[in-house]
Structure formats: C-alpha cells, structure tokens
C-alpha cells in the first residue's frame, strides 16, 4: 500500500536519529579504548606488540567497512552468539573506530617532539608517567582536530548498519521510502538530518586545526 | 561447533574474481571522472567568482557531511522522481564520481596552494609566461605534494564502492551477496570476499609507492 | 638608443591603505652599481620588484632599457627576460637538477636549443665556482650554494640588469662571502646592478650610489664615501647607528 509522506513519517525519520547517535557514541567510546591500545602499542618498543598493531590497522584500514559489518553479523554465529543487528555493528563500527584512532593517535604521539619523551626520561621518570604526565598531554592537543574529522566519519559509516537490519537514520529513511513511495523526498530528508550531525562537527575540526596550526607558527 | 565449508566460494572463485576485476574497473572509472571533476571544482574555488565558488563549496560541504549510501539512494531512487532514471551500474560510477569529486577538489586546490609564491616569482622573473609556469614550475611539485593524499583516496573509494553493491550495480560485493544468495556459506564467503579487497588495497597501494619511485625521486626541499 | 638602463618617474605603489612607495624617482646608468638599504617595511623590496613588475605600480612610469613596463603585457615579459632577478629565498626549482633549473628560461622563453642553453648554463655555473653541482638537486646543496646558482639561472638569461632582493639574508654567516664574492665579480664585468641589502661592507666595495628608503620613500642616496661618512638624514644615521 502506498501512502502520503505524513507528519508521522517524518517523526518517525527524526527519532531514528537517536539510534545513529546511540551507535556512534557506543562506536566511538568502544573506539576511544581500542584506539588508545593501538596507538600505545604501535609506538612502543616492544616489536610484537608493534607489528600487531600495525597488522591490526592495515587490515581495518584496508578492508571495506561494509565487508567488516557482515564479517561480524555472520561471524557472531561462528562462536555461537545470537545473530544482532545492533551488537554486530557496535562490534564492527569499535573495531573499524579503534583502527582508525589508532593511527591518529599514533601519528600524534610521534608528532611530539623526541626531546619531550628524553627530558622525562632524564627526570627518572617511568614508562607510564611520561606517557599520561608529559607525552599523552600534548599528543592530545595535536590530536584533537583529525579526531574530531574522524567523528564526522563514524557518523557517516553508522549509516551502513542498515544493510545488516539495524532501524538507524537510513533505515527509517528506507522502511518509510517502501511506504510511501516519496524516494527524493525521503532520502532528502535522511540527507539533511545526516548533514546537521556532521557539518558542525566538521566545522569544528577545521576550527580546531586552525588554531593548531596558528599555535605551530607561534 | 561451527562448521566451516568454503567449498561453494572455492567453486564460484572465477565469479569472485571476475568481481574483483569489475570493482577495479568501476574504481579506476570513477577515479578518472572524479579527477576532471576535482579539477574543475578546484578551478572553480580558486577563481575570483563568488557564486562559483558558493556552488563549489555547497557541493563539497553536502557530499562530505552525508553517507555515501544516502547519496547513492538518493541517485538511484530519488533522482527518477525528477526524471533522471539510470542503471544500477550507472548510478553507481555517477554516485562514486561525484563523491570522489568533493574529496578531490579539496585535495588538488591544497595541491595548488602548497606552491610557494617565490616559486611562481621565480618562474614569472625569469621570463616564462603564466602556461610555461604552470606546466615546467607547478605541475610536478604540487602532484607531489598531493599524490599520497591522491592514491589513499583512490583506495578509500575502492573499498567504499562496495556499497554499491546494495542497488545490486555490478562488483565484488555483489558477487558476493549473489554467491551468498544460492549457497547460504555467509561467513565464509564475507571472508574470502573481504581478503580479496585487502588484497586489491595492497596490491595498488605497492603499484603507488613503485609510481611514486619512478616520478617523484628529487629529494624535498627544506 | 638607450641612454638610461632604469627611469623611474613619480612612482607609487599601495598595498591597500599602506603607501609602499611614495613618488620614487630613479634614474640609473648602464654599469651602474647601486645598494639600496632601509628598515623592513621601506619599500626597498617593493622598489626594486616594480622593476620587473613582480609588485605592479598604482601611477608613474618605468622605463627599462628604453621599454616603457607600465605599457602593458607584451612589454613586460620583454623586460624580464633582460633583467634577472636573484631572491632572497633562492626560489630554485626543486625538482629539477641545478643545470634543468639553469637551462630551463633559455630554452623556454629565448627559444634556445638545449645544447647550447646547457653551453652557457656550464659556463655560469663555472663563473660561479660549482660546476660540479650541475647534476644534483637544489636540497643537495648549502644555502650559499643554491644561492650561486640562483645567480648562475639568472645569468643564463644574459641580462643586462641584475636585481638583487637581500641575497644573503637567509644565509648562514659562513656562507654570506662566497656569495657576496660572487657578486663583487660580477660588478667588477660592469653588470648593472641594483642590491638590496644591509651588507655595507659589500655597498663601499661596489657600489657607485648607496640608497636610504624610509617608509616608501627615497630619503638620501649618494656616493658610499659621502653616504657612510657625512649622513644628512637624521634617520639614516640612527639606521647606520643600529647596523653598525
């Protein structure tokens, strides 16, 4: 049956949001723990640790998130859990989160300069109080821009749990297209709501590296 | 206990090839149409003409804060409601080329602007005029500069345009799912379909660092 | 039937509100040597990059080896090709050889034959004591070396005026004499020259006529005897005072 594009309708699009928000604040928080793991082992000196973790991004980096998604829908019967639509994409999107924060952090660690790490080092402290006194500080200060880029991303790919069944932002968009038959209007709609997530969160992150950069030439 | 069968993906591994190929056809297609759009876009943002510009921007700023898949409805199903009507296979390459387009203007135009001033006074002192300056002062040095930004967004479109396989266009992915669809082997063809894009991704990602070798062996200035 | 190498007539150039040059008159011979000096901000950079409209002028007339710049497009490119200029950021071309970067102009804007653009550009950078730089990359070399062959590029132009934008400012203090050495002999052929720079030692070896710029204008100029010894101006002698 089809039917008019109501009021109901967009309602119903609208409170999808939640949904793509609920999956990326898990995402990212999942993806803040892994990616801290990542980025610590991938600077350590430590080389399985390293090579782990280098493994680890190239495949998450160099596969489909798409790929990653029906990997871990179909993969959660291979050990034996309930096949979920909402627990494969929060396993998949922190796996892909902590990949791509990893190398971010990474790359911001080994951004603060060797001389910081040595004068620690020189002031007899250990391992883990120069990493969260001396070097984690300012790597965060360098981090924050592309993290923030990195958001905008997440958001964007949470879009791809509807193909596994997840009722996101696009899904809604979906389930109410097979009702009313309203394609361009519809996915207009999905479109927008997308863009006011994301466009601020982008302006930001241009915002933030700016100022990082102008702190650079200081 | 799970049992793996990778015999129906080891049977059909011809159609998953012949996937692969058609995903880096559609890739190296929308790659190529992307570039002319990026360039363009570029050309565009760094003129003088405000409206151009507003348009530019708007284009750039809508693609990047939306998810491709939205995108890729919105071309597909959206755009026959005001008469636009294509192919699975043509709203696919039209969706990739106008989503690398967005990624890429901004790429070229930080290209254009990572030349420093003195190098183009340099050039106009000396007697070249604006063409000589573009083609013997600019070219090479800002492809350099934007190359890495250039091959890691061609590999990011590879491996998103396998979301195209959700219109059913033509490619690895689809492959895939038609694999799945009579065979039901879920997992291990997600498996072997998702090695097979690694591999594609670093199989260019060697072919790049070699081109990069070959083109781009004086060493960098201070 | 050139009498003059450069006229400059009531000259002015603003960068918005910013008067950069204020009624520059200037007139210099063929072989002359002239240092031009000023506090940053005096327009000394502006001035001499009018000459070969790198900076375009608001209203005034240049006239570059009987060529009138303020003419148009086709007069300019005529200039610049007969004045060569050397910056004080080098501005060689990184990804090309020092010898491409050499040959490059003559081939491309004279339309000469490679063999013998490559003739000349070894026999510059001979003059300019580096010939066996000729197959490396500008990142290759010292500061002071890139900036001799930023001299050796421009004389592969055959100019017949050189300007100077503080050639050795972004040189290291070793390296600031192999350079100025390099343009001492290069005065001594009798190039017409125009420096800007605040090596005076370098302004009494060569110079003919030493210029003081203040915010936009020509404040004194003279012989260099009578330039550093009797200073008319008040701020000329707080500037030789500061640089001394």
Redesign the interface.
């Known amino acids: 049956m089809i039917r008019e594009f109501s009021s109901a309708d967009i309602l119903f699009i609208v409170t999808a949001v939640r949904w793509t928000l609920i999956l990326s604040a898990i995402a990212f928080a999942g993806g803040a723990i892994g990616g801290l793991a990542i980025a610590l082992s991938r600077s350590s000196q430590n080389r399985v640790l390293r090579r782990i973790a280098t493994g680890f991004i190239q495949v998450f980096q160099g596969t489909p998130l798409l790929m990653q998604l029906f990997l871990v829908y179909f993969g959660l019967a291979v050990v034996g859990l309930p096949i979920d639509p909402l627990l494969a994409a929060a396993v998949a999107l922190t796996l892909h989160a902590s990949a791509y924060l990893g190398e971010i952090w990474r790359g911001a660690i080994e951004a603060v300069p060797s001389g910081q790490s040595e004068a620690a080092t020189a002031l007899a402290l250990g391992y883990r109080d120069r990493m969260r006194h001396v070097i984690l500080p300012q790597a965060m200060r360098i981090a924050t821009a592309p993290t923030v880029g990195f958001l905008v991303q997440l958001i964007k790919g949470t879009s791809l749990a509807s193909i596994i069944g997840f009722t996101e932002l696009t899904r809604a968009g979906q389930i109410v297209n097979n009702a009313t038959f309203q394609p361009f209007l519809v996915f207009g709609t999905v479109a927008a709501l997308y863009f006011l997530l994301c466009w601020p969160l982008s302006l930001l992150a241009r915002h933030l590296e700016a100022r990082m950069r102008r702190a650079l030439m200081r | 206990m799970?049992q793996f069968n990778f015999q129906p993906v080891i049977q059909n591994l011809d159609l998953l090839l012949f996937g692969a190929w058609l995903t880096v056809r559609l890739s190296l297609m929308a790659m190529l149409f992307g570039l002319v759009v990026s360039v363009l876009g570029a050309v565009a943002k760094t003129s003088g003409i405000r409206p151009l510009r507003w348009l530019v921007d708007a284009y750039v700023?809508?693609i990047?804060?939306?998810?491709?898949?939205?995108?890729i409805?919105?071309i597909f199903?959206?755009?026959?409601?005001?008469g636009i009507s294509m192919s699975p296979n043509t709203a696919a390459l039209v969706a990739l080329v106008v989503n690398v387009g967005a990624y890429g203007t901004e790429i070229i135009r930080a290209g254009i602007e990572s030349i420093?001033r003195?190098?183009i006074?340099?050039g106009?002192?000396?007697?070249?005029?604006p063409v000589?300056i573009f083609r013997?002062?600019v070219v090479?040095?800002a492809l350099?500069n934007i190359y890495p930004s250039l091959t890691s967004q061609f590999?990011y479109l590879m491996?998103?345009s396998?979301?195209v396989?959700?219109i059913s266009a033509n490619d690895l992915?689809s492959a895939g799912a038609d694999l799945n669809a009579r065979t039901f082997a879920?997992?291990e063809i997600?498996?072997v379909?998702?090695v097979l894009?690694?591999l594609l991704?670093?199989g260019f990602?060697t072919l790049f660092a070699a081109i990069r070798r070959v083109f781009?062996t004086?060493?960098?200035?201070? | 039937m050139t009498e003059h190498a450069i006229i400059m007539r009531a000259v002015n150039k603003y960068y918005g509100a910013f008067h950069a040059l204020a009624d520059i008159d200037l007139t210099v011979q063929p072989g002359e040597r002239i240092v031009i000096c000023g506090p940053s901000g005096s327009g000394k950079s502006t001035l001499i990059r009018t000459i070969n409209q790198l900076e375009p002028i608001e209203s005034g007339t240049i006239v570059v080896d009987g060529v009138e710049l303020t003419a148009g497009g086709e007069n300019v490119a005529k200039v610049r090709k007969d004045v060569g200029m050397v910056f004080q950021s080098f501005n060689l071309f990184p990804h090309m050889t020092v010898l491409e970067n050499c040959i490059l102009a003559p081939m491309k804007a004279r339309k000469v034959s490679r063999a013998e653009a490559e003739k000349t550009a070894r026999h510059y950078l001979e003059r300019v004591k580096i010939p066996e730089q000729a197959d490396k990359y500008p990142a290759q070399l010292s500061g002071g070396q890139q900036q001799r062959v930023a001299i050796a590029r421009a004389l592969c132009m055959k100019p017949r005026i050189m300007l100077f934008d503080e050639p050795t400012s972004a040189l290291d203090p070793e390296m600031v004499k192999e350079v100025l050495d390099t343009m001492i002999d290069l005065a001594r052929e009798g190039m017409t020259m125009l420096c800007v720079t605040h090596e005076m030692d370098f302004a009494r070896a060569v110079a003919d006529r030493v210029i003081f710029m203040d915010k936009g204008r020509i404040v004194e100029e003279n012989a260099p005897a009578e330039f550093f010894g009797n200073p008319q101006n008040e701020r000329l002698r707080n500037f030789l005072g500061q640089i001394a």
């Open positions: 799970y700023e809508v990047r804060n939306t998810p491709f898949l939205v995108q409805f919105f199903f959206g755009l026959p409601a005001v420093p003195g190098q006074e340099a106009r002192a000396l007697g070249l005029n000589q013997y002062v090479k040095p350099r590999i491996l998103t396998s979301v396989s959700v992915a879920s997992f997600y498996l379909l998702t894009y690694f991704a670093l990602s781009f004086y060493p960098a200035g201070r």
